[in-house]
């Protein structure tokens, strides 16, 4: 069974920091690309960053002070977030995808559940 769970989220205040973790299985995790997604209420899901075969990509809202990662020993990658800011208050998803999709979440074929990050003002 393909899963991926997402933790890390919580509350933090402007300026604070962040890491998710997304934990994969039931899949060859080299052979997916993996992205962060994020959806704010009333607002369409948003790409924010994927590792895709060696390489990272960020959205430009993000750019700078958001981070991924991988350890392949643990089927995990991270999202490193810092000087978070309010409007990066959404539910935070990890997808995976094979044909390379980059920020377009319609590629993805598996996700999280997802797990919620609030940044106070």
């Known amino acids: 069974e393909v899963q991926l769970v997402e933790s890390g989220g919580g509350l933090v205040q402007t300026g604070g920091s962040l890491r998710l973790s997304c934990s994969a299985s039931?899949?060859?995790?080299?052979?997916?690309?993996i992205g962060w997604f994020r959806q704010a209420p009333g607002k369409d899901r948003e790409g924010v960053s994927c590792l895709s075969f060696g390489s990272t990509y960020y959205a430009d809202s993000v750019k700078g002070r958001f981070a991924i990662s991988s350890d392949n020993t643990k089927n995990t990658v991270y999202l490193k977030m810092n000087k978070l800011k309010p409007e990066d208050t959404a539910v935070y998803y990890c997808?995976?995808?094979?044909?390379?999709?980059?920020?377009?979440?319609?590629?993805?074929?598996?996700w999280g559940q997802g797990t919620q990050v609030t940044v106070s003002s």
């Open positions: 039931g899949f060859s995790f080299e052979h997916y690309a």
């Open positions: 997808a995976a995808d094979l044909i390379g999709s980059l920020l377009d979440s319609r590629g993805y074929d598996y």
